[in-house]
């Protein structure tokens, strides 16, 4: 079976707020998968937190990426393989508010 190739979530620019979602698939009858994740920085060097699971909740232990630095006027990469289903969220932001922009993109798969 075939997933539609979509970007899934932004580009969003992150808050200083850690808890904000950044992503959720929010249907039961579908599933993504998470392919690339971009985060661009247009202004001074700057870190995010970006965590994997409940909605509004940045638990230890659920970390993707902890205050990690992105240099001035540059861009990170991650190509990861997350199934994501209704019940996964991403959740994130910044060190500095509207400095870093997030783009998730990957493919969708019906149930």
Request: charged letters at 10%; proline letters at 2%; a neutral charge.
């Amino acid at each position: 079976m075939a997933g539609t190739i979509k970007r899934l979530a932004g580009p969003l620019a992150l808050t200083t707020t850690y808890t904000t979602n950044v992503y959720n698939n929010s249907s039961a009858l579908i599933y993504d998968v998470v392919r690339h994740i971009h985060v661009a920085n247009k202004l001074a060097t700057d870190t995010f937190r970006l965590y994997l699971g409940l909605t509004g909740a940045n638990t230890a232990g659920t970390e993707l990426f902890y205050n990690y630095s992105v240099a001035a006027n540059s861009a990170y990469d991650y190509y990861p393989i997350l199934k994501m289903t209704s019940a996964d969220f991403l959740v994130g932001g910044a060190a500095t508010t509207l400095t870093l922009v997030i783009t998730i993109e990957g493919e969708q798969y019906v149930v």
